[in-house]
DNA sequence: GCCAACGTTGGC
DNA sequence: GCCAACGTTGGC
């Protein structure tokens, strides 16, 4: 899961004193269904660095709930406001993201030279997507250079 | 700041 | 339903 390390790093979250955040804000359909549909809490996230000096994995978090509405898409003052969403039929969901632990930076020239890792979504070109999946075998190979 | 890639919008 | 125009993402 992306994020902007000046809008949110792996140290805010970690700072948080639930070390939990609702993962609100997702706008793109694609990856609102893989929270949705592929997600189960207690997965591993990757907590991934975007739009900074040095993009990368941070640190290691965990999904901490069944996906439920993303609360900003009601709230008109909102960025994030959908006024074609409704409480009846939301069209926005997230999850909670909690924390695990920081990790060194693995770059993301190091993870595109990473062995195991040439089919992940996150380095396919053209690739926007916020959230993007992770095989249990590209996981297993992350978590090993993390360790 | 540039630009490739891709999603969304809206006219028809 | 098509598709051009436009907006956004995100690495560099």
Known sequence: MKSEPSVQSIDDLAAMPSQKVGWFGVRNYLARNYMRDQMAEGDTVFFY???C??????GIARVASLPYPD????EPDSEYFD???SSENPRWI??????????????LPELR??????????LQKGNR???????AEEAAVILSLLA
């Open 53 to 58: 000096p040095q993009p990368g994995i941070a």
């Open 113 to 122: 030279a990473t062995p195991g890792l040439e089919a992940m979504p996150l």
């Open 83 to 85: 006024p074609k969403s």
């Open 49 to 51: 660095h975007s739009s």
């Open 94 to 107: 997230q999850v909670e993201v909690g924390f695990v632990r920081k990790t060194r930076l693995m770059a």
């Open 71 to 74: 609360p900003t898409q009601f």
């Open 129 to 135: 997507l916020s959230i993007t999946p992770v095989s």
